[in-house]
């Protein structure tokens, strides 16, 4: 079964940094669009970024471009997030996902395009 992990999430102060990990099993992450998106309180669910492979292809929000970087380590299959210079309008639970279809055009951030989900980690930042 395909299984995404995500794990990292806290509190943390405004300004302060966080690492997101994601994990996957039963499936190689770097054949697929992997997608980060978050739910704030009371808010619905918002996609931040998108990255591929083949064509390598990486596409941010406005909201997080700059403070936000995707990275992944093949080897252990696994995608990070770090996160930097956080703001109390970050605070959400924050998603992995990942498909093998998904293109990563800019701007479009769709969550009905993926279909494996990780089960989310906390982020919350405040004083």
């Known amino acids: 079964q395909l299984q995404l992990v995500d794990s990292g999430g806290g509190l943390v102060q405004p300004g302060g940094s966080l690492r997101l990990s994601c994990a996957a099993s039963?499936?190689?992450?770097?054949?697929?669009?992997i997608g980060w998106f978050r739910q704030a309180p009371g808010k619905g669910r918002e996609g931040i970024l998108c990255?591929?492979?083949?064509?390598?292809?990486?596409n941010y929000k406005d909201s997080v471009k700059g403070r936000f970087t995707v990275s992944r380590d093949n080897a252990k299959n696994t995608v990070y997030l770090q996160m930097n210079s956080l703001k109390p309008d970050d605070t959400a639970i924050y998603y992995c996902?990942?498909?093998?279809?998904?293109?990563?055009?800019?701007?479009?951030?769709?969550?009905?395009?993926?279909?494996?989900w990780g089960q989310g980690t906390q982020v919350t930042v405040a004083s």
């Open positions: 996902t990942a498909d093998p279809k998904v293109v990563c055009n800019v701007g479009v951030f769709t969550s009905e395009d993926y279909d494996v």
């Open positions: 039963a499936f190689t992450l770097d054949r697929y669009a």
């Open positions: 990255t591929r492979n083949n064509p390598d292809r990486t």
